[in-house]
């Protein structure tokens, strides 16, 4: 059966029209620029975005924040669900996540902003291949690095004031051993491709930045 065949419903060529009218990816590279930001809970992903968008002309989106706006929406369908995944620290499925990223963009792109800082996202490989394939490819990788000890030092100062369900110490486990398991190999991922910048982030947040800008300084004319 071909494309346009008069033998076909016209409801099935009417959606192979329009799947074949929706690009894929749905915005290219020459549209829009996406970085990923990732690292381990708590290591100031979030913190040094909001540095950069500061500092240069991003939208930052976090998957994590699209998330628990979406668990506290009124109506919606996946508030429990998304709130069991973040507790226990689990990754929730790539479509709800993508989703929301996708809707996101395409609000930014329709006012004329299209470069994209996306924090802490794709946090496990079949995130990462289906968001390339149909929403965005990737320029690089933001891997900020630091050791377990003072990521859950942070997490539990965050937790004093935060209201997260997930800043205490038995979800920060579990959120340590998904980023091991599950998140670490898309990094491994993308190390393959060389598109990787690594930022140590042991230091005061104003170091790291200053590394974090030094690292990336032939790039921001992206
Ligand atoms: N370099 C740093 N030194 C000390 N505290 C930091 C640093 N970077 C971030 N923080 C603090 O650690 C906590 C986690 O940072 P955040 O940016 O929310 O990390 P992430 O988004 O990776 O979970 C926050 O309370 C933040 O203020
Ligand atoms: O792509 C994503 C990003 C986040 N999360 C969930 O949201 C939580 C919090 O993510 P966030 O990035 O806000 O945490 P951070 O690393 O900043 O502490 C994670 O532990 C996951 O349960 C997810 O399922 N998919
Ligand atoms: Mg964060």
Do not use: W
Not at 58 to 66: C, M, Q, Y
Not at 91 to 120: C, H, S, W, Y
Not at 158 to 177: C, L, P, V, W
């Amino acid at each position: 059966m071909k494309l346009g065949d008069p033998e076909i419903p016209i409801e099935v060529r009417e959606k192979q029209a329009m799947a074949a009218a929706t690009p894929v990816p749905a915005f290219s590279r020459d549209e829009v620029k996406v970085i990923f930001v990732l690292g381990g809970p708590g290591v100031g992903k979030g913190t040094q975005c909001a540095h950069l968008v500061r500092d240069y002309n991003f939208v930052h989106l976090s998957a994590g924040d699209l998330l628990r706006a979406e668990q506290a929406r009124e109506g919606s369908e996946f508030g429990e669900l998304i709130s069991t995944y973040i507790r226990e620290g689990k990754i929730v499925p790539q479509e709800i996540t993508i989703a929301l990223l996708r809707n996101a963009m395409q609000d930014e792109v329709k006012t004329g902003r299209t470069k994209f800082l996306i924090d802490g996202f794709p946090r496990k490989m079949d995130q990462a291949v289906k968001f390339e394939e149909d929403v965005a490819v990737s320029e690089f990788t933001l891997y900020f690095e630091c050791t377990e000890e003072v990521m859950l030092h942070r997490l539990l100062k965050r937790g004093e004031t935060s209201g997260r369900a997930d800043d205490n110490i038995e979800s920060i486990k579990k959120r340590f051993k998904t980023f091991v398991e599950t998140s670490m190999p898309v990094i491994d991922y993308y190390r393959t491709q060389n598109k990787v910048i690594t930022v140590p982030c042991e230091k005061t947040k104003e170091e790291v930045y200053d590394l974090l800008k030094e690292k990336i300084s032939d790039r921001m004319s992206i």
